[in-house]
């Protein structure tokens, strides 16, 4: 079982209020990446990160902002909450992010924007 | 525009029988395509995968069916078992990034 930890488990939020959901690895592991899973539309990545300090934007980047400023930590943080941002969350670690690395998923964040 | 298509919600079959969960791909820049396994309140847990030069690869009761040629995949459980009763979502990547791309997903149920 990859060491994936997501914080919290489960959030309500207010729309307009901002909110920072984390991911913790304990793999030490290099690529890590932000899923939102939605009825109708699977996986969407929203952010992915290559390395401390290294991200970049995925198909729904859209009033998404992360950081990473240690290898082991991955922050998604919605400046401004809607409910459209409805959703459940999922961080997932790669090694190396190559064809031999398939991603590993924590257990997701369901949060609900009211 | 969806890349990866799973266009079966969902599939119910009865245990011991084959289950096929099939895929389409319109991007022919893919080459490399996954099967992801979910439980409810788990997140997705990697199951097979297979490269675009291969047309099929095995593992136990897993099978994976790559036709380039109609960019279709089909994952093959044979016998299926109550316990594969979960969202099987396909995935497929491209040399340029290994970042996947995943399909709606479908929901397999397995009758005892």
């Known amino acids: 079982d990859a060491g994936i930890t997501q914080s919290p488990r489960h959030k309500v939020t207010e729309t307009g209020t901002p909110v920072t959901l984390r991911c913790h690895q304990t793999?030490?592991?290099?690529?890590m990446y932000w899923y939102r899973q939605d009825p109708g539309h699977g996986l969407r990545l929203i952010h992915y990160?290559?390395?401390?300090?290294?991200?970049d934007k995925g198909e729904v980047s859209d009033g998404y902002s992360v950081s990473r400023s240690k290898t082991e930590d991955f922050l998604l943080t919605l400046e401004s909450a809607t409910s459209s941002q409805t959703s459940v969350y999922f961080c997932?670690?790669?090694?190396?992010?190559?064809?031999?690395?398939?991603?590993?998923f924590g257990n997701g964040t369901r949060l609900t924007v009211t | 525009d969806q890349q990866v298509k799973q266009n079966s919600p969902s599939l119910s079959v009865q245990e011991g029988r084959i289950s096929i969960l099939n895929c389409d791909y319109t991007?022919?820049?893919?080459?490399?395509f996954l099967w992801y396994k979910k439980y409810p309140a788990e997140g997705p847990t990697f199951l097979i995968s297979?490269?675009?030069?291969?047309d099929k690869n095995e593992d136990g009761r897993f099978t994976v069916f790559l036709n380039k040629s109609a960019k279709h995949l089909s994952l093959h459980i044979v016998p299926s078992q109550p316990g594969d009763s979960a969202v099987y979502f396909c995935?497929?990547?491209?040399?340029?990034?290994?970042?996947?791309?995943f399909g709606r997903g479908t929901s397999l149920i397995v009758h005892p």
């Open positions: 995935a497929a990547s491209s040399g340029g990034s290994y970042i996947p791309t």
């Open positions: 997932a670690i790669s090694e190396s992010g190559g064809r031999n690395s398939p991603l590993h």
């Open positions: 991007n022919s820049m893919f080459d490399y």
């Open positions: 990160s290559y390395g401390v300090k290294d991200t």
């Open positions: 297979i490269s675009s030069i291969k």
């Open positions: 793999e030490n592991h290099r690529y």
